[in-house]
């Protein structure tokens, strides 16, 4: 049972544009929340992650926001670029666990 | 700093024949370790994970098995290949109980015919 839910799996958006990736998770113990970025052939790398003590994070044009009554997060990429271009994956993990629980993954394609 | 090495590469497989990944970690003490799967286009599977030298803990019933010989080092083998197996192997490392830094190598394609 993926902990973990993720959408869209894919998505096309044009450069400039915004892409917003969704997240939802059911344990409430979560409280570290990371995004990773994977390109074709390479393994993920970390992103940006954020707390639940904080609603939003902000990385240059990456911004998470997350809705601890919801349990919802997400990713907003502002000014979408053709570099952008690959697979992201939300996570999430609490204090006492040695795992990640990965979202499925959302491929973005960035049109130039 | 600390970094992950992970080898090889690309590797091709006939059916039937052993398998041996290897992955190290460097600079840092007492890792938890893990090998991750990942079917093309699809997500990212746990194998296995260990927490210290020959703790292993598998998520996944299958033909495949691993061994951490020495704190830093984490193995994943199998004695025979399925073409099932064919993916991309990672390893990744982290410290501590909270998945903070989880850190991923560069992987290993397997192709399996």
């Known amino acids: 049972q993926q902990q973990v839910k993720q959408s869209p799996q894919s998505l096309i958006v044009q450069k400039g544009g915004i892409s917003i990736i969704n997240c939802a998770y059911e344990n409430t113990a979560f409280d570290y929340f990371p995004w990773y970025q994977q390109f074709p052939g390479k393994g993920p790398a970390l992103l940006i992650a954020i707390r639940p003590d904080v609603s939003e994070k902000k990385e240059g044009r990456f911004t998470i926001s997350f809705n601890k009554s919801a349990k919802q997060f997400s990713l907003h990429i502002m000014d979408s670029q053709p570099g952008d271009s690959a697979t992201y994956f939300c996570a999430a993990s609490s204090s006492n666990d040695y795992k990640l629980s990965f979202g499925a993954g959302t491929t973005v394609t960035v049109r130039a | 700093s600390q970094t992950i090495h992970q080898w090889p590469a690309t590797l091709v497989q006939p059916v039937g024949s052993p398998l041996s990944l290897e992955c190290t970690v460097e600079?840092?003490?007492?890792?938890?370790l893990y090998w991750y799967r990942q079917a093309a286009g699809r997500g990212l599977q746990l194998l296995f994970y260990?927490?210290?030298?020959?703790?292993i803990s598998s998520e996944v019933p299958q033909n495949l098995s691993a061994s951490r010989p020495q704190d830093r080092q984490f193995i994943l083998s199998s004695k025979k290949l399925l073409l099932s197996d064919s993916g991309f192997y990672l390893c990744?490392?982290?410290?501590?109980?909270?998945?903070?830094?989880?850190?991923f190598g560069s992987g290993t394609r397997l192709t399996v015919v």
């Open positions: 260990s927490v210290g030298i020959g703790q």
């Open positions: 990744a490392w982290s410290v501590g109980q909270s998945g903070y830094g989880y850190t």
């Open positions: 600079g840092t003490s007492n890792p938890n």
